[in-house]
């Protein structure tokens, strides 16, 4: 049976290499958020875009899950209807962590929003790179920072409690990885955590 298996954490925690070396190697979809689809792409642009004036924490959530929603009827469940896992690098974790426990939405209204959006759909397997606030910053020093890497280290700390939060309350789902470690010690341990 093929297993949706995503991959979360703050800015610099290394999900994205982390779930693109995951799914070579199980021979999955690998696709990311925001983004995965043409409509989310622009979406994501729209969100990350620090030249714009700046969102509103609700207007930013509800296009992180309009995103969300076309992603996963578009993407995700034609994959897994097909028979083959996917790895997403961020899902529905980020939308609590940023917008909810970081930005101060009601969580439980994301989350009742985000099934909405996603029609239930549920990773089979959550990986959450746990990487300390100031390492991660550390890491991001060279790109060009978007508008939310642009938050201070407040925000970012906010967002790492709520995904430590939320990785405690679902234990079956959820496996922490120590993501301060070197990329290929980071690997191993995630693949070990998906079985």
């Known amino acids: 049976m093929a297993r949706f298996i995503v991959l979360e954490g703050g800015e610099g925690a290394g999900k994205s290499t982390q779930a693109e070396i995951l799914a070579k190697d199980l021979g999955a979809v690998f696709t990311r958020e925001p983004g995965g689809t043409a409509v989310g792409e622009a979406l994501r642009r729209l969100v990350l875009d620090s030249a714009l004036p700046p969102l509103v924490a609700r207007a930013e959530a509800l ?17 897994l209807a097909r028979g083959q896992d ?12 940023y917008q909810g426990y970081a930005r101060g939405l009601a969580v439980e209204e994301l989350a009742d929003l985000d099934r909405w959006a996603t029609g239930g759909r549920v990773p089979d397997v959550v990986v959450l790179l746990d990487v300390p606030v100031a390492l991660a910053r550390r890491r991001r020093a060279a790109s060009r920072p978007d508008r939310i890497e642009r938050e201070a280290d407040d925000f970012f700390e906010r967002a790492r409690s709520g995904f430590r939060h939320l990785a405690a309350a679902d234990p079956a789902r959820w496996r922490v990885v120590d993501g301060a470690l070197d990329v290929a010690a980071v690997a191993v341990a995630v693949r070990r955590a998906v079985g």
């Not at 929603?69 to 994959?79: G, L, N, R, S």
């Not at 996917?86 to 962590?97: H, Q």
Request: proline share 3%; with cysteine.
């Open 63 to 79: 296009l992180m899950l309009a995103a969300r929603a076309q992603h996963v009827a578009e993407v995700i469940e034609p994959a």
């Open 86 to 97: 996917v790895v997403c690098d961020r899902y529905s974790g980020s939308t609590l962590a």
